[in-house]
């Protein structure tokens, strides 16, 4: 076995230290030693987005990430996305608009649909269809999940005026 | 993954030395949406990984001399995001965005793309066509190759043992140039170039071209620059006779093999087709880049 490494960084924004494997991802990690069950490994390959959050202010698929490569760096994931026990816009939306059947794509799905509005709150259909491309479901079809998605970025789009 | 070390050096000559001293298993990690991806399905042996994010120079996109320099590390999504260069060199921007989905994006690097030395690595053609080089560090210090230079067989890079892509300098752009690249896939997003086509040229104030480079991936065990492509557009204002040529020598250069994507004759035919659009393209642009 290679010798543990310890880690600090910032997870939805609080502090974190754990000792990982240098050859774990981050993803392991974040199920594993932070006990953040929400990101999902769905391929472990790149293809699926059910891993997806954010690293430093960019969408990632954390199982192609190193937890190593997270120290100092900020970290991004589901379970950051409601405020307390207030479902954010797009949670909301989902429920809705029955954007999810298992759900195992579901909080990758979200958090990739966030770090969308965060740099374009007004996206087009088809925008929002090619920056989701990554995010792989079997079960809704991908149409109640981009009607979700709009409706969240015009309810986004209120609030913000 | 068990048995892998990592470091993050913040110099170079540190990264250099420690890949010259990690041995044959020892791996510059950029983006890893290749590295990771092979370590995960035991295709590569675990060892030392060198991560080149932490040196200042490997991240970041800077002008300079008129032309620019992108750390080798800088993922897709910071080249999308840079308006000058996309408005200098839109082809290299839209070919590296080609790669993957948003979330790979998010990591994966040019140098990645080239030093990963797939035939159908997409940034490449855009970044042969468009006459890039590359900064190289080792254990001897630094040198200057071609980027067309660095893969030598799929899989396989001219690099010595320690050294690895610093930087990837684009050459200054003259006034009235343009560059494009297409590649075919069965599908619209996220699959492996079936064809890859880049076309980088530069016309007078007439509108006749001067200078033509041509590169096409997936075609051949390397990517291609064609020249006799290039050539065919010299001279002419990019018409029906000379895209007919380029098309004929694109053609030409094919030396494919047949797959699941595609076979011989298909490739062969779409080399010449995406060549004649890419052209097409980049003319369109480099008319409006007065
Ligand atoms: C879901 C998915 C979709 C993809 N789609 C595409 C696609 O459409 N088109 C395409 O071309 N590719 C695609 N790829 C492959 C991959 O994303 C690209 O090749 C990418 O550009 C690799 O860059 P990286 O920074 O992630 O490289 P890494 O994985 O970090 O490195 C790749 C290889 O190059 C070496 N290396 C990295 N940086 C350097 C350096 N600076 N100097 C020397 N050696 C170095 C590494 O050791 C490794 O061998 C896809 C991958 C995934 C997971
Ligand atoms: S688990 Fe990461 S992309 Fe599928
Ligand atoms: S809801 Fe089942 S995979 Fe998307």
Redesign the interface.
């Known amino acids: 076995?290679?010798k543990r490494?310890h880690i600090s960084a910032v997870v939805n924004g609080d502090p974190v230290d754990f000792l990982t494997?240098?050859?774990?991802?981050l993803l392991d990690a974040l199920r594993d030693d932070l006990g953040l069950t929400g990101s999902k490994e769905g391929c472990?390959?790149?293809?699926c987005?059910a891993c997806?959050v954010i690293?430093d202010g960019?969408?990632?698929?954390s199982?192609?990430?190193?937890a190593?490569?997270a120290?100092g760096r900020r970290v991004e994931t589901i379970e950051g996305m409601a405020d307390g026990s207030k479902l954010h816009p797009l949670q909301q939306k989902f429920l809705e608009h029955a954007a999810l059947q298992c759900g195992f794509c579901t909080p990758g799905l979200l958090v990739?649909a966030k770090?969308?509005l965060d740099v374009n709150p007004d996206p087009t259909e088809s925008e929002a269809r090619?920056?989701?491309?990554?995010?792989l479901c079997r079960c809704t079809g991908y149409d109640k999940v981009i009607r979700a998605v709009m409706d969240a970025a015009a309810e986004l789009r209120q609030v913000r005026v | 993954?068990?048995?892998?070390?990592?470091i993050?050096p913040t110099k170079p000559e540190q990264a250099a030395a420690a890949l010259l001293a990690g041995g044959a298993h020892a791996r510059p990690?950029s983006?890893?949406?290749d590295l990771?991806?092979q370590?995960?399905?035991g295709r590569l042996p675990?060892g030392l990984?060198v991560?080149l994010?932490r040196i200042p120079e490997a991240i970041g996109i800077r002008q300079e001399g008129g032309g620019f320099v992108i750390g080798a590390a800088t993922?897709g999504?910071a080249l999308s995001e840079h308006r000058a260069l996309g408005l200098a060199w839109p082809g290299v921007v839209e070919a590296a965005n080609l790669i993957?989905?948003?979330?790979?994006q998010?990591?994966a690097s040019m140098a990645g793309n080239l030093c990963n030395a797939s035939p159908a690595a997409d940034s490449v053609p855009a970044l042969v066509a468009a006459r890039a080089t590359c900064v190289i560090v080792g254990p001897g210090g630094r040198r200057t190759a071609p980027v067309g230079s660095i893969a030598i067989g799929p899989g396989r890079t001219s690099l010595a043992p320690g050294e690895f892509v610093l930087e990837i300098h684009l050459p200054p752009r003259p006034a009235r140039s343009g560059d494009a690249y297409l590649r075919l896939i069965p599908r619209?997003?996220?699959d492996i170039a079936v064809v890859g086509a880049g076309v980088n040229l530069t016309l007078d104030g007439d509108g006749v071209v001067t200078e033509a480079h041509v590169a096409l991936g997936a075609v051949a065990p390397t990517v291609l620059l064609v020249a006799d492509a290039g050539a065919a557009l010299i001279g002419t204002k990019a018409d029906e006779a000379a895209l007919a040529a380029l098309d004929a020598a694109a053609r030409a250069a094919c030396n494919p093999i047949s797959d699941k994507r595609g076979t011989i004759e298909y490739r062969t035919k779409i080399a010449g087709v995406l060549a004649r659009r890419a052209a097409t393209i980049a003319y369109g642009r480099a008319e409006k880049r007065a």
Request: one cysteine or more; aromatic letters at 4%.
């Open positions: 076995m290679s490494q494997d240098p050859g774990a991802t472990g390959s790149g293809d987005g997806s690293l960019r969408l990632v698929c199982c192609l990430v190193l190593v490569e120290e990739a770090a969308l090619y920056w989701l491309a990554g995010n | 993954m068990s048995h892998v070390e990592f993050a990690l983006g890893g949406t990771l991806v370590l995960r399905s675990p990984i991560d994010k993922p999504a993957g989905s948003t979330q790979v998010g990591r619209t997003e996220m």
